[in-house]
């Protein structure tokens, strides 16, 4: 089985926060774009949050992202994963992001919210041991897959709604 690469990271130097998922799915591989299976909630989110909804072309709700503060990314930069869910991705086979570099450059970010519990293991078993020092809050929201189906919408939006709060 091949690895499937994820995508450069979406971030404004002056990014405050920092999503993460895992890693793209089959349908965000083909298209090129995070988030692009159109049950995934991601964008319909963003669209309530900061208007960068799914009836937008992608770049405009990338540069939507950017003007309010969020960058977007995924821990894993490869993995082997014989379909789009989390559970399949093949831990032996994931190599990582890096977040030495890229906390270098984003050094105004102060809060990483994960797209559920896959992207917030990667992340505290990779990549925080690595970062001496690092002091962010660390949030893991309900991931917007359509695979979690536990959390209605509002329910997902109201937690999702912390990335635009101010900080505590």
Do not use: C
Not at 74 to 82: L, Q, S, T, W
Not at 152 to 161: E, N, R, V
């Amino acid at each position: 089985m091949a690895l499937s690469h994820g995508f450069p990271p979406v971030a404004d130097k002056s990014a405050r926060v920092l999503v993460l998922g895992s890693l793209p799915g089959r349908a965000s591989l083909a298209a090129h774009e995070y988030y692009a299976n159109k049950q995934n909630a991601f964008w319909r989110i963003m669209g309530d949050l900061v208007d960068a909804g799914p009836a937008l072309p992608y770049v405009q709700r990338l540069k939507r992202l950017n003007a309010a503060g969020i960058a977007l990314w995924d821990v894993m930069a490869a993995g082997e994963r014989p379909g789009s869910l989390d559970a399949d991705i093949v831990k032996s086979s994931v190599r990582i992001n890096d977040f030495s570099a890229f906390f270098a450059v984003h050094r105004s970010i102060a809060r990483v919210f994960f797209n559920g519990g896959a992207a917030e293991a990667a992340f505290r078993r990779h990549v925080l041991p690595g970062l001496q020092g690092a002091d962010f809050q660390l949030i893991r929201l309900p991931s917007t897959s359509p695979a979690h189906a536990a959390s209605s919408y509002a329910d997902k939006l109201a937690a999702w709604s912390a990335i635009i709060a101010p900080p505590k």
